[in-house]
Each structure stands twice: as structure tokens, then as C-alpha cells.
């Protein structure tokens, strides 16, 4: 059974993992919060089961935010490989590294587009990311 989780990729994504460094600054920063696309919402775009992550809100600023993402939007893909859920989408970010432009295919209103964002340095004074239970 799929694990029905919350993705908070609140304010920031991680580039390595471990809760030491979570507490460092100068990680990978996205700048959205998120959450796995449910199986209702699934049904309405016309998915047989849910894939992707909605974002539910975008963090003033770059990077997100500059790139156009919005409340509602979809991101189906990240450089071309499909986004199952939050974890697909960290662990791609996670990949990158800080400064690198991403391709992210997003779904919104019913129709699909491309939307480039550039990864940008976690600020000071931003929270750390963390997984809502």
C-alpha cells in the first residue's frame, strides 16, 4: 500500500543526507512546500493512480517562486524522468547541486508545461526541511 506521507520540502532541499547536516546552511534551496498527489486528485486529472506532487505554496523569492511555479501546480517530471511523489522529487534535487538548472513538467489548469528553475543556496535565516508525518 502506498504510504499516503506529506512531502515539506519547506523552503529548502537537502543535498546530503544525515541530521547533522541539517543543521549546516549552504544546502540546495527550492523554495516550495508540497504534497504527494492524492488518489482523488489523481482521478480528476485522469490518472489511473497518483503520481507527481502538488505544490501548495511558494516561498517569496527565488528559485521557485522566479520560475512561476504556483499553488495547485503539478510537477509531473524533473529532467524528463516521471515524479512518483515527494521522495522522487527530493532525491532528484538532492542530486543536484546548487546553481543547476532543472526542467520540471508541471500540470496546471489541464494543461502541461516546461518551467526551468535554477536551484538557488539555502538563506540564513530559512527553516530546514524536514518530512510531515
Known amino acids: 500500500m502506498r504510504a499516503h506521507w506529506r512531502s515539506l520540502l519547506c523552503l529548502s532541499v537537502l543535498l546530503s543526507a544525515g541530521a547533522a547536516l541539517a543543521e549546516e546552511r549552504g544546502q540546495n534551496w527550492f523554495g516550495i ?3 504527494d498527489v492524492t488518489k482523488e486528485e489523481a482521478e480528476k486529472l485522469g490518472w489511473e493512480e497518483p503520481r507527481g506532487v502538488k505544490v501548495l505554496r511558494t516561498v517569496e523569492g527565488p528559485p521557485a517562486a522566479a520560475a512561476g511555479l504556483e499553488p495547485g501546480d503539478v510537477i509531473a517530471m524533473l ?3 516521471e515524479i512518483k511523489d515527494g521522495r522522487d522529487l527530493r532525491a532528484g534535487l538532492l542530486a543536484k547541486g546548487s546553481g ?4 520540471l513538467r508541471v ?3 489541464g494543461r ?8 538557488g543556496t539555502i538563506p540564513p535565516a530559512a527553516p530546514v526541511a524536514r518530512a510531515d508525518a
Open 33 to 35: 512546500n508540497a504534497q
Open 79 to 81: 529532467d524528463g524522468i
Open 100 to 103: 543547476a538548472v532543472v526542467k
Open 107 to 109: 500540470l496546471r489548469a
Open 112 to 119: 502541461e508545461k516546461t518551467v526551468a528553475v535554477t536551484l
